[in-house]
């Protein structure tokens, strides 16, 4: 079955910042499409790896994203999977971000 990945933010921090928890519809789209969801909760915690964050992109950045990818690189890599595709960018093609509505 194809194996699919997706991060959570376990304390919630995504609403106060104007994002809706995107978990329930990635949990719907793997339920109807059947392959295997593995998820990454994630919370404040994840800052302590932004050290090696910076260290895998060889540059800083302001954005967080990076930090979720590592996350998730890291559970796919801990399944036996050695390559990802990334849906990164698919919310801007799609208007995903909803706070700019």
């Known amino acids: 079955a194809l194996q699919c990945f997706t991060i959570a933010q376990s304390d919630g921090s995504t609403a106060t910042e104007?994002?809706?928890d995107d978990l329930p519809y990635a949990v719907r789209v793997a339920e109807h499409l059947g392959v295997d969801l593995h998820t990454v909760?994630?919370?404040a915690e994840?800052?302590?790896r932004l050290e090696a964050?910076?260290?895998h992109l060889?540059?800083?950045t302001a954005d967080p994203a990076a930090l979720h990818t590592l996350f998730?690189?890291?559970l796919a890599r801990a399944q036996g999977i050695k390559v990802l595709l990334s849906g990164?960018?698919?919310d801007d093609v799609f208007t995903g971000y909803r706070r700019h509505y």
Do not use: K
């Open 18 to 20: 104007g994002f809706a």
């Open 41 to 43: 909760r994630v919370g």
């Open 46 to 48: 994840m800052a302590d």
């Open 53 to 55: 964050m910076v260290y």
């Open 58 to 60: 060889d540059e800083p």
């Open 72 to 74: 998730i690189a890291e």
């Open 88 to 90: 990164a960018g698919g």
